[in-house]
């Protein structure tokens, strides 16, 4: 049985920083695909980003590129998603998820697992 947990949400203030953290557990973690995931009340699941198994290439959406970072360390089964320069439009409930397959990493409909995600509120 595949889990993921994520942990490092909380409450910072707008220009602040914080790291997401996904630990897996369950299967070999070096031969998936990782992706985050974010959702604000009243929104749609989007995408934030995702990283090959070997670490490169990387994705990125828009509006997070050149302030979020992702990242993985296969000897600990864990990703990583740094995020500087917080906005309060990056408040949302972040989701961590593995992609089996060289799908799209873009879509949310790509990703077989998911964990039980992470509050990240940012005030103004």
């Known amino acids: 049985q595949v889990q993921l947990v994520e942990s490092g949400g909380g409450l910072v203030q707008a220009g602040g920083s914080l790291r997401l953290s996904c630990v897996a557990s369950?299967?070999?973690?070096?031969?998936?695909?990782m992706g985050w995931f974010r959702q604000a009340p009243g929104s749609e699941r989007e995408f934030v980003a995702a990283i090959s198994r070997s670490g490169g290439p990387t994705y990125y959406a828009d509006s997070v590129k050149g302030r979020f970072t992702i990242s993985r360390d296969n000897a600990k089964n864990t990703q990583y998603l740094q995020m500087n320069s917080l906005k309060p439009e990056d408040t949302a409930v972040y989701y961590c998820?593995?992609?089996?397959?060289?799908?799209?990493?873009?879509?949310?409909?790509?990703?077989?697992?998911w964990g039980q995600g992470t509050q990240v509120t940012v005030s103004s």
């Open positions: 369950g299967r070999s973690f070096s031969n998936v695909r």
């Open positions: 998820a593995i992609r089996q397959w060289d799908a799209d990493p873009y879509r949310s409909e790509s990703y077989n697992y």
